[in-house]
Every structure is written in structure tokens, then in C-alpha cells.
């Protein structure tokens, strides 16, 4: 059974809140579920708790419904620090910019208050982040290719990551990220000089149309794959 339905968002924050007192500092909800692309039975749930303090010692009063909640299926919280979110800046730009577009706050105060984060940052976390999923996507094709229904699942597990580097590089090419999946993909293709066809399978699978089942060592897959390589090349030509 989902989380949602054993224990919802409002439910969790309510039961938290109550659980650590004047600790919580904020419970964000943020990810699809904000942004209004949540596929139930699919998408994550993701939420971000910031405490005055992460220590151990001080989370143990809220590990019991954490525990329940992980234990229908999501993730736990990200936990930080108050002071580790203000130093993250320079660390998680990507993730905070992407929060800042679309987040709720479930309890405590909106975390992206004064937060700024630099250009700079930004273009370096990318470069780092877009390699290492290149790397780790060829590696998955690499054992996947012999197989049509599990390079199916790769590309489909692989979108949400990349849909978020996407993402950051519409903000550093000065676009503003689409919420909607299809538009993100047109413009970041636009911007990238990437084929958006490429792409088309893995749309429609995210929009549940349920496309042909992909053959062992399908072009599609292949395509798929050379088209993040080639994301990764722009992203590092571009300029701080």
C-alpha cells in the first residue's frame, strides 16, 4: 500500500512537528508532488526537514513515524541542520533552485528565505552532476542492453535525474524550467542542440501511454543514451 494512504503528508508533518517541538525549523514537501507531475504508485514523495539540531540524540523523538513512513514505500526526509542548509549554497545548488521553483511548506517557515545561490555554483554543480549520471547511465545500459524490458525500466528510472539537470540548464542558458515534462525536454533539447525525438519513448512511458516494449539492444536505448553524452559535452562548454 502507498505511503500516502497509510500515512499522508499533512498526517506526517502534523505527527513531526508534535514530535520534535521547538526543534523543527521547517518540513518542505518539494519534487514531482510540488510540481504537479506526481505519478501515483510511481513518483516519489519527497520532503526536506531542517532542525535547529541533527544530532542523534535529537531526532530520536521523530524516528518513530520517519520509520512509518519509510516503511510505506517512500524515502525518508533529507534531514539538515539549519546551519548545514545556510552553508549547502555552494553544495546543492541545483536541488535548492529546484525546490525554490515549486515546494510547499508543511510546517515551520519556507526554508528559501534568504537563501542565494551563485552562477558559478550552479555550473559547476552541473558539470559534476551530468558526468557522473552519464556515467553511471552507461554503465546500467552496458548491463542492461541484452534485455528490452529492463533497458525499458533504465530509461524510465534514469529520466526523473535528468529531467532535473534539464532543469539547471534552462536556468544557466536563461530559460524558465516548464513544470511539464514534454515542454522541458523541447526547450532543453533547443538549448543543447539535442534531438528531441529522442526522447519521445520515454515521454510517452512517464505519461503512462505505454509505448512498445523495447527489444534487446533497441536503437531507442542507444539514442537515449548518446543524447545524454551529448548534454554532458554542452554542459561543458559552457562558460562560468
Given at each position: 500500500m502507498a505511503a500516502d494512504k497509510k500515512l499522508g503528508q499533512e498526517e506526517f508533518a502534523r505527527r513531526v512537528e508534535s514530535a520534535l517541538g521547538d526543534n523543527i525549523v521547517s518540513l518542505v514537501l518539494f519534487g514531482s508532488a510540488?510540481?504537479?507531475?506526481?505519478?501515483?504508485?510511481?513518483?516519489?514523495?519527497?520532503?526536506?526537514?531542517?532542525?535547529?539540531?541533527?544530532?542523534?540524540?535529537?531526532?530520536?523523538?521523530?524516528?518513530?513515524v520517519v520509520a512509518e513512513w519509510a516503511r510505506g514505500?517512500?524515502?525518508?526526509?533529507?534531514?539538515?541542520?539549519?546551519?548545514?542548509?545556510?552553508?549547502?549554497?555552494?553544495?546543492?545548488?541545483?536541488?535548492?533552485e529546484d525546490m525554490r521553483d515549486a515546494h510547499r511548506v508543511l510546517a515551520g517557515r519556507d526554508p528559501l528565505d534568504g537563501v542565494v545561490t551563485t552562477r558559478n555554483h550552479l555550473r559547476f554543480e552541473l558539470e559534476h552532476e551530468v558526468r557522473g549520471k552519464v556515467l553511471r547511465l552507461r554503465t546500467e545500459y552496458a548491463a542492461a542492453a541484452a534485455d528490452g524490458k529492463t533497458l525499458g525500466r533504465l530509461l524510465v528510472h534514469s529520466a526523473g535525474t535528468f529531467f532535473v539537470l534539464f532543469r539547471a540548464v534552462l536556468r544557466l542558458t536563461g530559460g524558465v524550467p516548464p513544470a511539464d515534462h514534454d515542454a522541458l525536454v523541447r526547450e532543453t533539447a533547443a538549448a543543447a542542440g539535442l534531438d528531441a525525438s529522442v526522447f519521445e519513448w520515454v515521454l510517452a512511458a512517464l505519461d503512462g501511454k505505454k509505448p512498445p516494449e523495447l527489444a534487446a539492444y533497441d536503437p531507442?536505448?542507444?539514442?537515449?543514451?548518446?543524447?545524454m553524452e551529448q548534454l554532458a559535452d554542452f554542459v561543458d562548454g559552457m562558460e562560468a
Open positions: 510540488a510540481r504537479g507531475t506526481h505519478v501515483e504508485g510511481r513518483s516519489d514523495i519527497n520532503l526536506l526537514l531542517i532542525v535547529q539540531d541533527a544530532s542523534v540524540a535529537a531526532l530520536h523523538a521523530a524516528t518513530p514505500g517512500q524515502p525518508p526526509p533529507l534531514i539538515f541542520s539549519e546551519a548545514e542548509w545556510r552553508a549547502s549554497t555552494d553544495v546543492f545548488p541545483i536541488e535548492i531507442i536505448a542507444g539514442r537515449y543514451v548518446d543524447a
